[in-house]
């Protein structure tokens, strides 16, 4: 089963000590409540990825006998939720980043940045295109993931075309499809059909997530050390 992987032992409770401690913050508000609120989403899309699974087992199952029970349901529904965990994991990243941001900027500033300056996929990448690396370099490892979750959801929001996925199967496994035209024009030599299997993004999406993580807890403890020092000193 395709699932996100956030869940410490199969009470699939989301434990406090999973969520990063983070100094105050007098511009952001309680940035432990957005991490807990990322792990809370991440938990839904789970559910919904049980959904999409279920359908296309059926759909595979109905297809093979020839029986004509696919209908709706099995057929254009798990489009419909692949869009959703899609924009949804989309919508996550674009927080992931900003967040990372702004605590890259209070180490090296002390304090929190009172206005973010890299807070999306499209934005680090633009930058990245740019030659410039300096901010939140963590998710260059990561950039083909990145690529694949902007282009797909990009072409949601701008592909005129991309109902078309509809013609495609969803053989043996749940496959995220796109059909891109560029230029706003149809022409079949330029259009692009994107089709990437989901576990292979939810999986890739896992890894830089467990590392992410891991990366938030380490920097946002050592500041709340050195803050605490600091008071001492006073």
Same mark, same amino acid.
């Given at each position: ?17 999973? =969520? ?72 996550? =990243? ?80 749940? =496959? ?59």
């Amino acid at each position: 089963m395709i699932q996100f992987d956030i869940y410490r032992d199969a009470t699939k409770e989301i434990y406090a000590d999973d =969520i990063p401690e983070f100094c105050a913050s007098e511009y952001w508000g309680n940035l432990s409540n957005k991490v807990s609120f990322v792990f809370s989403r991440l938990d839904y899309l789970n559910d919904i990825l049980v959904s999409i699974c279920e359908k296309v087992a059926l759909y595979n199952i109905n297809f093979k006998k020839r029986n004509g029970l696919n209908n709706k349901r099995t057929v254009i529904t798990p489009y419909i939720e692949i869009i959703h965990v899609m924009s949804d994991l989309r919508m996550i =990243i674009d927080e992931l980043i900003a967040l990372l941001y702004i605590v890259e900027k209070r180490k090296e500033l002390g304090d929190y940045p009172c206005k973010i300056e890299v807070e999306s996929i499209g934005n680090l990448l633009g930058k990245w295109n740019e030659n410039k690396f300096e901010d939140v370099s963590f998710f260059l490892d990561y950039k083909a993931l990145l690529k694949n979750v902007n282009d797909i959801t990009n072409t949601y929001k701008h592909s005129f075309i991309n109902d078309h996925i509809l013609f495609y199967r969803q053989l043996e496994k749940p =496959i995220v499809y796109a059909v891109r035209n560029f230029s706003k024009e149809y022409d079949r030599q330029k259009n692009k059909l994107l089709a990437i299997p989901l576990e292979d993004i939810v999986n890739d999406f896992n890894t830089m997530f467990k590392k992410y993580n891991s990366l938030l807890k380490e920097m946002t403890y050592e500041q709340i050390v050195i803050d605490f020092e600091n008071k001492k000193k006073i």
